[in-house]
């Protein structure tokens, strides 16, 4: 069977590429002429390798047609989270050096605002006109001189502004690359083969969303298109559509799970073969009833835009509850203290990745890929330690790591222990300021539908954290807000919740 789109378009050009959130229908053919045709477009403009084409876009064929024509094209495709406001789309486009746009009307007033305040603005072309003169009058044939280029998603920016992951392009023939992307899916036990279907349940704008779609359609799958995630929805697309594989967040598996009984006893998921999750801590009790519930189905990685990894199977993980596994193939894990020296097992310390063939820098900041690297290695300050195994299981990002009385507190540990209570439907801790402590133990918390926020909740939670917790590690108290700031990805906006308990600390510095 032909792998890759454009050669699966020729072999088999009426499969299902595409399942929009609309019901609509791409085919693999449709897919390529329309890659074709804006890579002709781009190219029109005076777009040349290694350029830049920024997306503000849905999930919508339209972001993996303009994710295909970059590829061939030899550019860089940015994917700009559409959350963000005009100052943050500018900054993208500006550090980015963009070289065309292309949004969505739902998105048009935030991204023209971006556009206005640079001083040399991109030319810009929205969905809503069919990108205009973009790809008028272009044909849909396969462009000459073809080269693969690549993604440059930007970090997240909880930590500071966002920087682009940027890797060098190797000037190599896309046909050739995206035959071998499907390796990636084969470390997981994912096949090429016309049959499978991939559901897409969270932004495209995301690296592992949009990698995980990108080379479910190089290896022949068809991929369905959620815009907005519900667990209600979900279920439904998982039983219509056969979904035999689909990518998630622990915050996801939370919410399913606090479905009713009878519509979870109700739901047929049985089309499923894989489903793979990352990007936070999982509590180990929502795994494992995510596993009773679906099956040994749930595979778990650790990695990052700039790249990874690790990974555990469901058998391996009942083995070793709470790992994210071992060293995928092509790389490897190492865990160091602060001087650079290993740790032995059982030890916590900062976790290393090797860059393999996976190397990067950090667009415009050469400081920030000089920080992170050592002898090879990355990391993104992550804390964690080995089993005896080789298997890695994490603590927390060291940036978010609590230290009180000179004692090292992990958040994530505290956050797994409320996710077990009914009550709590999702929940954040971090340090605040003690005047004797130098810091002290904060939780947030959004109560579960049914619950009732208030001193007796909070007398409650801190009750059952004292049962599975040290005490130093329990929460000094507890503030409850109606929704937690996340990512529509999962991804916790902790600095939102954060910075204003230190806002006084910083003005009397």
């Not at 023209?112 to 009058?137: K, V, Y």
């Not at 907005?228 to 996801?252: A, K, N, Y």
């Not at 709470?322 to 001087?339: E, H, K, L, Y």
Request: net charge negative; hydrophobic share 40%; glycine share 10%.
């Amino acid at each position: 069977m032909a792998e890759g789109v454009w050669r699966i378009a020729d072999e088999d050009p009426a499969r299902p590429a595409i399942v929009e959130a609309t019901g609509a229908i791409r085919t693999y053919r449709e897919l390529a002429d329309e890659a074709n045709r804006l890579t002709h477009g781009l190219r029109r403009l005076g777009l040349t390798a290694g350029d830049v084409v920024a997306a503000v876009l849905p999930n919508e064929a339209t972001m993996l047609a303009l994710q295909l024509a970059a590829f061939q094209g030899g550019l860089y495709l940015v994917p700009v989270n559409t959350r963000l406001t005009a100052p943050e789309i500018a900054y993208i486009l500006d550090d980015s050096r963009a070289r065309a746009v292309v949004h969505s009307d739902r998105f048009a007033a935030a991204t023209g605002a971006a556009l206005d305040s640079l001083a040399a603005p991109p030319p810009a072309f929205s969905t809503a006109s069919g990108l205009g003169e973009l790809t008028a009058g272009v044909p849909a044939t396969r462009p000459d001189d073809r080269s693969a280029g690549a993604a440059m998603h930007y970090t997240s920016g909880t930590t500071g502004r966002p920087k682009g992951v940027r890797r060098p392009l190797a000037g190599l023939d896309p046909d050739l690359v995206a035959e071998r992307l499907p390796g990636f899916l084969a470390i997981f036990g994912v096949t090429p083969h016309g049959g499978a279907v991939h559901l897409a349940v969270s932004p495209l704008y995301h690296t592992a969303v949009m990698t995980f779609s990108t080379t479910s359609l190089h290896a022949g799958h068809t991929v369905v298109l959620m815009d907005g995630w519900s667990p209600e929805e979900t279920l439904r697309l998982i039983s219509e559509q056969r979904v035999s594989t689909t990518h998630m967040v622990p915050t996801q598996f939370h919410r399913l799970l606090a479905l009713p009984d009878d519509v979870r006893t109700a739901a047929d998921v049985s089309s499923l073969t894989h489903v793979i999750h990352a990007a936070a801590p999982c509590p180990i009790e929502d795994k494992r009833r995510m596993l009773d519930w679906w099956g040994p189905v749930i595979y778990e990685y650790y990695a990052a835009t700039e790249g990874g990894g690790t990974l555990v199977t469901p058998r391996e993980w009942l083995e070793r509850p709470g790992t994210v596994g071992r060293a995928w193939p092509n790389s490897a894990v190492r865990i160091q203290d602060d001087g650079g020296d290993p740790c032995s097992p059982g030890v916590p310390g900062t976790v290393w990745m090797s860059l393999a063939q996976a190397d990067f820098e950090y667009h415009g900041d050469t400081e920030k890929t000089r920080a992170g690297r050592r002898d090879g290695f990355f990391t993104v300050g992550d804390v964690g330690y080995l089993d005896e195994a080789g298997y890695l299981f994490l603590c927390d990002r060291k940036a978010d790591m609590i230290i009180s009385g000179g004692v090292n507190i992990y958040p994530a540990e505290i956050e797994m222990a409320l996710f077990a209570h009914p009550k709590v439907a999702d929940a954040a801790v971090f340090g605040i300021p003690d005047a004797e402590w130098g810091e002290q133990v904060k939780a947030v918390v959004e109560p579960a539908s049914g619950a009732t926020a208030g001193p007796d909740l909070e007398h409650e939670l801190m009750e059952f954290c004292r049962k599975r917790l040290a005490g130093y590690k329990c929460p000094k108290t507890i503030d409850f807000i109606p929704q937690m700031p996340r990512e529509p990805t999962g991804k916790l906006l902790k600095r939102n919740l954060r910075d204003p308990y230190w806002a006084d600390q910083r003005r009397a510095i």
